[in-house]
């Protein structure tokens, strides 16, 4: 089996190269850009805004620990211009779930990065023994529902009008997989 903490150079399917690896502590500055570039866009997270306090930063990246929680990052010379996270749940009763969030940033999208940051976030998963990946997505937001969908993920609930988006009200939708029996 590969490691699943491993650093993989991937082709984009616009011929561009990054790298998929885990998070380092000096990644806090293109992180936090990356965060609040797709935050200030609106619509795709619930985050507006992260304060760009590095020391926090990195604090925060010091919790991924690589076996409880995990950050990949798609390292483009250098640069973070996409991530994906998962946290095991943190009561005993939840521990065998992992919720996972993952943003990349505009000018990367439509390219299969999400797919390939999503296929090693599972794997990652499965190799530390996690039963169930959830995430939660915006009602709206029909390309990350479609990239879910089609890697299993089903849709386990509806918050009704649970986020404000440009005034509007949309449905927060809960989506499931079960990993391993
Ligand atoms: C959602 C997101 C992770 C998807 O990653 P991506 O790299 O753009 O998507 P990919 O190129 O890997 O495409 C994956 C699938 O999404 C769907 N997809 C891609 N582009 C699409 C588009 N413009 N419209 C609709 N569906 C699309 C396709 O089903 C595609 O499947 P394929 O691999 O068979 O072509 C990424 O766009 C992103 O981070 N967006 C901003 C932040 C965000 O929405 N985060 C998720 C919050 S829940």
């Given at each position: ?16 190269r990054v790298v ?85 940033r505009d000018g990367w999208r ?72």
């Amino acid at each position: 089996m590969a490691d699943p903490m491993r650093a993989q150079e991937v082709t984009l399917k616009d011929g561009r190269r990054v790298v998929i690896r885990p998070s380092r502590l000096r990644d806090a500055e293109s992180l936090l850009r990356n965060v609040n570039l797709i935050g200030r866009e609106e619509v795709y997270i619930l985050l507006d805004q992260v304060s760009p306090n590095l020391d926090e930063e990195r604090r925060w990246l010091g919790t991924f620990d690589g076996v409880r929680a995990v950050l990949l990052v798609a390292d483009a010379g250098g640069e973070a211009i996409g991530s994906a996270d998962c946290h095991a749940g943190t009561y005993a009763k939840t521990r065998h779930v992992g919720g996972i969030g993952i943003a990349i940033r505009d000018g990367w999208r439509g390219v299969g990065l999400g797919r390939i940051l999503m296929e090693r976030i599972l794997e990652w998963m499965r190799a530390r023994g996690f039963k169930k990946a959830e995430l939660a997505v915006f009602g709206t937001n029909e390309r990350a529902r479609r990239l879910y969908e089609s890697l299993g993920f089903e849709t386990e609930g509806t918050s009704r009008r649970h986020v404000l988006i440009r005034g509007a009200y949309v449905d927060e939708i809960l989506m499931g997989m079960w990993l391993q029996d």
